[in-house]
């Protein structure tokens, strides 16, 4: 199913295609894109990452989603005796939670 989505934020936003390559979509801006529901919707969703110490945060929305709304599903990964571990906030991948309140989510 293709899906459009416009950028109607005065911030540039960033989208991965389905090789996790990262684009930049800026202010007015619209991108179509193929979505999969078999796979990851990573296609169309909005992504942010930051790393806190030797933690990586990454934040998933669909585009247009502000920074302090709820619609964010947050996850962190830590390297733990050489392994990558996810964790989502609350448990779950769930888009219920706000990117600026990030760091004050239990994430398991």
């Known amino acids: 199913m293709l899906q459009t989505h416009t950028n109607n934020t005065l911030i540039p936003q960033v989208w991965y295609d389905e090789f996790r390559t990262p684009h930049t979509l800026e202010a007015g801006q619209s991108v179509t894109v193929q979505k999969d529901n078999t796979v990851d919707d990573i296609a169309w969703l909005l992504v942010f990452s930051i790393t806190v110490g030797d933690i990586l945060y990454i934040g998933y929305a669909q585009p247009g989603t502000a920074d302090d709304a709820y619609g964010w599903a947050c996850c962190t990964v ?29 994430y398991s």
């Open 78 to 106: 830590e390297t733990v005796g050489g392994v990558e571990e996810k964790k989502w906030a609350g448990g779950v991948r769930e888009f219920r939670y706000q990117w600026t309140q990030r760091l004050t989510y239990t």
